[in-house]
T-cell receptor, first 113, second 108 residues
Framework: EPEVTQTPSHQVTQMGQEVILRCVPISNHLYFYWYRQILGQKVEFLVSFYNNEISEKSEIFDDQFSVERPDGSNFTLKIRSTKLEDSAMYFCASSEQENTEAFFGQGTRLTVV | GENVEQHPSTLSVQEGDSAVIKCTYSDSASNYFPWYKQELGKGSQLIID?????GEKKDQRIAVTLNKTAKHFSLHITETQPEDSAVYFCAASNKFYFGSGTKLNVKP
């Protein structure tokens, strides 16, 4: 069964450092998403990506965040200068079409110290 | 934007009983409502979804009902089993605005 894979599973970084979270969406999917879940809170939408550009982003997705699909298979989320409050689980998802089932990855736990 | 409210935050039931989780949404334009199950240490997995052109959908022990007029939808799990224990999230619209989650505990 096809699945979305995310690496690493856990990332620890110093405050102020840049991190890149990686995702490999399902190969025939066209829509890609990043979400985050701070411990004990709800899953929050960050950004959606279609046709090699951001289609929508939330208030959380400020100038410190960027996404890229560098090689047609990977989908990355970059945080330029991490803050303590960026500590969360980050989930990547992909879907075949806009309003169809989204398949989620296992998540990357980001810990900023 | 969309606002999704989910209740209850925790739910304990005896094995074999039914469990019901309710969500409300604010954007009448939302037309896709998935439910996700999140087990400890794993990503969310879709368990059932419904579109705004139907009122109810069932898949074995799991059913979802949608009341578009009232803007609420519910997840029903019958004959619960210990392996149903997890956190359940509802979501609305293609941007997947999530509810706050319900931690379901099925006691054997």
């Amino acid at each position: 069964e096809p699945e979305v894979t995310q690496t690493p599973s856990h990332q620890v970084t110093q405050m102020g450092q840049e991190v890149i979270l990686r995702c490999v969406p399902i190969s025939n999917h066209l829509y890609f998403y990043w979400y985050r879940q701070i411990l004990g809170q709800k899953v929050e939408f960050l950004v959606s990506f279609y046709n090699n550009e951001i289609s929508e982003k939330s208030e959380i997705f400020d100038d410190q965040f960027s996404v890229e699909r560098p090689d047609g298979s990977n989908f990355t989320l970059k945080i330029r200068s991490t803050k303590l409050e960026d500590s969360a689980m980050y989930f990547c998802a992909s879907s075949e079409q806009e309003n169809t089932e989204a398949f989620f990855g296992q998540g990357t736990r980001l810990t900023v110290v | 934007g969309e606002n999704v409210e989910q209740h209850p935050s925790t739910l304990s039931v005896q094995e074999g009983d039914s469990a019901v989780i309710k969500c409300t949404y604010s954007d009448s334009a939302s037309n896709y409502f998935p439910w996700y199950k999140q087990e400890l240490g794993k990503g969310s997995q879709l368990i059932i979804d419904i579109r705004s052109n139907v009122g109810e959908k069932k898949d074995q022990r799991i059913a979802v009902t949608l009341n578009k007029t009232a803007k609420h939808f519910s997840l029903h799990i019958t004959e619960t089993q210990p392996e149903d224990s997890a956190v359940y999230f509802c979501a609305a619209s293609n941007k997947f605005y999530f509810g706050s989650g319900t931690k379901l505990n099925v006691k054997p």
